[in-house]
Every structure is written in structure tokens, then in C-alpha cells.
Nanobody
């Protein structure tokens, strides 16, 4: 059974930084794409970043240059380093795993989400 557990959300002032972590319990982790999606109140879930390998990463335009996704295959962890946070980044962030490649289409598995709040 696949289980994804996010941590690291919280409240931060605009311009600040947060790092989200996702611990995965899944077989063949290193062969699966990993990603982060977010959902703000009243909006649909959107891609933040998706990664298959260090050379195959897709970022949303709105976070390019500010956010960095990374993975630790040995530890089955996914990270999202978020710098220069803006009020519009405020959302529930979801870890996602499944499939291959770094397309905008999410994989099959989701975490429970972690709230990121950015105050102006």
C-alpha cells in the first residue's frame, strides 16, 4: 500500500522560505516521477513542480527561480525548497508520486496535504 506523508508547512512572511518534505512508502520509488501540487481556496489543484530525474524537471512558471524540487531515492523522500514566498503561494501543498517523466499530469498517489500560509 502506498503512503505519502508531507511535513514542513506553516506560516511565513512574504519573502521568507519554507522546505516541504514528503516521506514515501512505495515500491520502486526511484523509477517513479515525484511532484508537488497545490490548491488554493476556490481554485483547482495545480502543478508546482514535477521531477523524474535531475535532468527531467518541470516547474510551473509562477515558481520558476524561487522553488526547487529534489528527491532522495535511497531515503524515499521528496523535498520542495520554497524561497521568496509570495501571498499568492498560499495553498495546501500535496505530494504526488506515480508515472514516469515530468509532465503536468499527476501520478496516481497523493499525500494528505500540508498548509502553507504566507502573510503580506
Amino acid at each position: 500500500q502506498v503512503r505519502l506523508v508531507e511535513s514542513g508547512g506553516g506560516m511565513v512572511q512574504a519573502g521568507g522560505s519554507l522546505t516541504l518534505s514528503c516521506a514515501a512508502s512505495v515500491n520502486a520509488f526511484s523509477f517513479l516521477a515525484v511532484g508537488w501540487f497545490r490548491q488554493a481556496p476556490g481554485k483547482g489543484r495545480e502543478l508546482v513542480a514535477r521531477m523524474y530525474s535531475s535532468s527531467n524537471i518541470n516547474y510551473a512558471d509562477s515558481v520558476t527561480g524561487r522553488f526547487t524540487i529534489s528527491r532522495d531515492n535511497a531515503g524515499k523522500m521528496v523535498y520542495l525548497q520554497m524561497n521568496n514566498l509570495k501571498p499568492e503561494d498560499m495553498a495546501v501543498y500535496y505530494c504526488n508520486i506515480g508515472g514516469q517523466g515530468a509532465s503536468t499530469t499527476p501520478g496516481a498517489y497523493w499525500g494528505q496535504g500540508t498548509q502553507v500560509t504566507v502573510s503580506s
